[in-house]
């Protein structure tokens, strides 16, 4: 997640028994010895250069990832799964997870009855079995996984899925959600990995994607913050909603021809009230442009728009200006607080797209690190950031509703699981990335993991489910 600056006690909820047991077996003694090559993934990481934010967005540099020499204990088996036939000649038999119930609204967008949770995780080249089964025990119904279509696509319309196959396939056996967030264009259709210049293009990746993958990838988050120059090719303007607008178009048609029950997020943007063409467009300004675009266009070619809150140092109780955090700096805009995804829903209720949820893609806090740029993180303990992503949550849950009761936020992803892992066996596991997640280096669970589960089992249980 991207710091962008707008301007130059713990709740531990029980857990079950049993669940503890199986969690204390797999943060055991599996260490982290061989590295293996994974397509982009390969080097040590570099530090970025921070870049002025007001919220933690993602950033792209991920570890090098290695390969456990030990494998997790399985104490359950995973749920039996659903068998599909794809029409795609190159899919054959799909395996999928029983589909969760959706309500459609008019104009034939989808949302989620109930709140659900998902977490952000790497899934590639790693020990995924042990991260699906830590993410099963946390109560997390789903996992969003970036894709880089840079490495699959090394061509024009020639796909090598390679690693995909597997992460997709593991994740559905072990009965849990997907949502992959596309990511990172090859240089013969966008400029510096930017968003492609011909939405066909990238149409054409969903469509196969979706003809390969079936219900197995339940939802597509269409780029990643765009507002950002460096996701946008290294410059972006007022016209680039406009044309995110035409690329979403082109990928929900795509989508939805072969199969109308996959979701299809518009992009988060990036929490910042920066309007640099060299840096950022406000994630406001952003939304507003989009929503505008060509009389509203945008109304029938998204199900969900996805929301980065910040939150910086501040409580989710906090937001700017009517209750301004009480900690030194990063508390001056509504963009350092995780309240300020009420902003984008009252944007959205205002362009008459009040029936649409937000689910939130990416939502956490950083503990000590020492990555420049997120010494806010400094002022976040590991029990601190436990009772805020539990607050976070609760707030979600009962306060986010609309006039019918209805949640206006459906699903919540934590940022992130398992990237402490990665940083640690490179050597640096004071790394920011590291600092957000839910395990320790050694995979050993931190407060924020044991407080979610207990809370995620909570509010399941009040939902019946």
């Known amino acids: ?179 992959v967030n596309i990511v990172r264009s090859p240089d013969f259709y966008g400029t510096n990995s930017g968003k492609p210049r011909d939405p066909k293009a990238m149409g054409n990746l969903v469509a196969a994607m979706a003809d390969r993958y079936g219900s197995k990838i339940a939802a597509y988050e269409i780029w990643n913050e765009p507002n950002l120059a460096y996701e946008n090719g290294g410059r972006v303007t007022a016209d680039d909603p406009g044309r995110y607008v035409e690329i979403l178009a082109e990928c929900y048609r795509r989508i939805k021809a072969i199969d109308p029950q996959l979701f299809v997020l518009a992009a988060a943007p990036s929490s910042t009230g920066v309007n640099d063409p060299n840096v950022a467009l406000s994630d406001e300004r952003y939304l507003t442009l989009m929503y505008e675009y060509n009389g509203g266009a945008i109304r029938e070619v998204f199900d969900i728009q996805a929301v980065h809150p910040g939150g910086a140092a501040n409580s989710p109780d906090w937001l700017y200006p009517e209750q301004p955090g009480d900690r030194p700096g990063w508390n001056d805009h509504p963009t350092h607080y995780f309240r300020h995804v009420e902003n984008t829903r009252r944007l959205m209720v205002e362009a008459g797209l009040g029936d649409r949820q937000i689910w939130i893609t990416e939502y956490g806090w950083a503990t000590p690190n020492n990555t420049p740029g997120y010494e806010f993180g400094n002022l976040v ?3 601190t950031q436990a009772e805020y992503v539990t607050k976070a949550v609760t707030r979600a849950y009962e306060a ?32 920011e990335q590291a600092s957000f997640g839910l395990l320790n280096p050694d995979w050993s669970p931190r407060p924020s993991f044991l407080a979610l589960q207990g809370l995620h089992a909570q509010i399941k249980s009040e939902q019946g489910r």
């Open 1 to 179: 997640m991207t710091p962008l600056r707008a301007h130059a006690s713990p709740v531990r909820p029980a857990a079950g028994r049993r669940a503890f047991l199986r969690l204390a077996m797999l943060a055991g003694g599996a260490p982290l010895l061989a590295a293996c090559a994974a397509p982009a993934q390969t080097t040590a990481p570099t530090l970025q250069p921070a870049v002025p934010t007001g919220a933690p967005a993602a950033p792209d540099v991920l570890p090098t990832v290695v390969v456990p020499t030990d494998a997790p204990v399985v104490t359950a088996a995973a749920p039996a799964p659903t068998v599909l036939t794809s029409p795609s000649p190159t899919a054959g038999t799909t395996i999928a997870p029983t589909a969760a119930p959706f309500a459609r609204v008019p104009g034939g967008a989808l949302r989620l009855p109930t709140l659900e949770f998902g977490v952000v995780a790497q899934l590639y080249y790693t020990d995924r079995s042990r991260v699906l089964q830590l993410a099963t025990i946390g109560g997390f119904d789903w996992v969003r996984q970036q894709v880089h279509w840079r490495d699959i696509e090394d061509r024009a319309g020639v796909y090598k899925w390679g690693e995909l196959d597997n992460v997709v396939n593991d994740t559905a056996a072990a009965g849990v959600k997907l949502l």
């Open 381 to 383: 303990s590991l029990e």
């Open 400 to 431: 986010y509703r609309d006039e019918q009761g209805r949640p206006w936020v459906g699903n919540m992803f934590l940022w992130n699981m398992n990237f402490a892992v990665l940083w640690g066996a490179q050597g640096n596991p004071d790394h």
